[in-house]
């Protein structure tokens, strides 16, 4: 019989989910051709072009994160790009809304990133969200990205958890994937990553329009298992 006196583990991806994702596209997107332009004399087209193919080739890997890998690669710290704005990283409405009710009503709070361990520190000392989670793990560390199924197996033996009393927000549907083929049930996306686009229309997972959302999800699944746990007493 399930333990229904225990909260579900929330686990949480960073960027597009609780940070905003506009950051990272100005960062990866308009700031890194121009300096990729400056570094190696080229124009902002010929740079733009040449750091698309970098991205393509490298997409869903360990090195697409590695903030190491690309500075050796196109030959701009990229980890100094990111900190010189930072004043740009932003949380995503009702972050701290949202945690902070988690945090309240006893629930295990955990943050999987694909983001490597220098960007991570980064980003979780400028936004100061690091005291929120109870397990703070970089795809990095496990030796996969969250995309695939290794990861979360390397995950579940690092940290013992239960696949199914656990949620799992994220706003990649790759990385979703992997998580459900791991056997998470309970996968909610996100609807607007980053403030600079338009929200999503469609996607094969629930999205959340804002974070806090989830509280009445939450809630409701609470009171089903509170019924539930009535018919073993």
């Not at 121009?34 to 970098?54: D, G, K, M, P, V």
């Not at 697409?64 to 995503?92: I, N, P």
């Not at 999987?112 to 005291?131: C, S």
Request: hydrophobic share 35%; proline share 4%; net charge negative.
């Amino acid at each position: 019989m399930p333990n229904y006196s225990e909260k579900p583990t929330i686990i949480f991806d960073m960027d597009g989910t609780l940070l905003d994702l506009a950051y990272d596209d100005f960062i990866w997107n308009e700031l890194l051709p121009i300096r990729y332009a400056e570094q190696h004399n080229c124009t902002l087209e010929q740079s733009t072009q040449t750091l698309f193919h970098f991205y393509q080739q490298h997409n869903h890997t360990l090195k697409w994160y590695s903030t190491r890998f690309w500075t050796s690669q196109v030959g701009v710290d990229v980890l100094a790009l990111q900190v010189e704005h930072k004043h740009k990283v932003a949380k995503r409405e009702g972050c701290i809304e949202l945690l902070s009710y988690l945090k309240d009503n006893g629930y295990p709070i955990w943050l999987a990133t694909n983001a490597d361990y220098a960007g991570l520190q980064f980003k979780l000392e400028e936004t100061g969200l690091r005291d929120y989670f109870d397990v703070i793990v970089s795809s990095e560390t496990l030796g996969h990205a969250k995309e695939f199924i290794e990861f979360w197996q390397a995950l579940q033996q690092e940290y013992a958890f239960d696949p199914a009393h656990c949620y799992f927000i994220d706003d990649t549907e790759k990385v979703l994937n992997g998580a459900q083929q791991f056997g998470i049930e309970q996968l909610y996306s996100i609807q607007q990553p980053s403030s600079g686009k338009a929200p999503r229309e469609t996607c094969n997972f629930p999205m959340l329009s804002s974070l806090i959302d989830l509280i009445p999800i939450l809630e409701r699944n609470d009171l089903a298992m509170s019924e539930e746990q009535k018919k073993y007493a």
